[in-house]
Nanobody, 114 residues
Framework: VQLQASGGGLVQVGGSLRLSCAAS????????MGWYRQAPGKQRELVAT???????NYQDSVKGRFTISRDNAKNTVYLQMNSLKPEDTAVYYC?????????WGQGTLVTVSS
């Protein structure tokens, strides 16, 4: 399974970005899709996940600002990020879990400038 993430970039405080991650290859019934992030000098942390039944889970710091969604027909997960803050600066990684395994994308850099 290959994951191709896109949508990162440089944005000012208060701005918005939309991340996308498309899964391709030998996929067996995707269960959970999610986004994680890793800031410089910090451990990777969960941002948001969405189940096959569209139940969502968010890190407290992004609740009300970020929205995760998925398109099952396209095997794609999205992360709409609004009201961005400097502390949101990180490399964002998508994650997909299916019956065969757990897969990670290559990461896309989000930089929020103040």
């Amino acid at each position: 399974v290959q994951l191709q993430a896109s949508g990162g970039g440089l944005v000012q405080v208060g701005g918005s970005l939309r991340l996308s991650c498309a899964a391709s290859g030998r996929i067996f019934s995707i269960n959970v899709m999610g986004w994680y992030r890793q800031a410089p000098g910090k451990q990777r942390e969960l941002v948001a996940t969405i189940s096959s039944g569209s139940s969502t889970n968010y890190q407290d710091s992004v609740k009300g600002r970020f929205t995760i969604s998925r398109d099952n027909a396209k095997n794609t997960v999205y992360l709409q990020m609004n009201s961005l803050k400097p502390e949101d600066t990180a490399v964002y990684y998508c994650n997909v879990q299916d019956r065969a395994g757990n897969y990670w994308g290559q990461g896309t850099l989000v930089t929020v400038s103040s």
